[in-house]
């Protein structure tokens, strides 16, 4: 069964860093493109950040870019998303999802759990 399991969120403090897993189970992902969402409360989900299957094409929301990093280690089955200089504003519910194919373009077609992130004083 195709599951994704998206984990590391929790509260932390304006500035602080978080480190987002997203592990796939009955599926290799390496050959996927992979995507961040995030759905703070009252808004519509957004997309945060997407990596190619290869891992060579990366790309980011404008209120992300120089702060957060998106990685994959497709020996763990595993995409990653480093978040730096966290803000109030990041606060959400953060998924990940696969795409149907290796780029980042397109829908998606599978879509994990999410993980909470709340970034306060």
């Known amino acids: 069964q195709l599951q994704f399991v998206a984990s590391g969120g929790g509260l932390v403090q304006p500035g602080g860093s978080l480190r987002l897993s997203c592990a796939a189970s009955?599926?290799?992902?390496?050959?996927?493109?992979i995507g961040w969402f995030r759905q703070a409360p009252g808004k519509e989900r957004g997309g945060v950040s997407c990596?190619?299957?290869?891992?060579?094409?990366?790309n980011y929301a404008d209120s992300v870019k120089g702060r957060f990093t998106i990685s994959r280690d497709n020996a763990k089955n595993t995409v990653y998303l480093q978040m730096n200089s966290l803000k109030p504003e990041d606060t959400a519910v953060y998924y990940c999802?696969?795409?149907?194919?290796?780029?980042?373009?397109?829908?998606?077609?599978?879509w994990g759990q999410g993980t909470q992130v709340t970034v306060s004083s």
């Open positions: 999802a696969k795409r149907p194919s290796p780029l980042c373009v397109g829908g998606y077609d599978s």
């Open positions: 009955g599926f290799t992902l390496d050959y996927f493109a």
């Open positions: 990596i190619s299957g290869s891992g060579v094409r990366v």
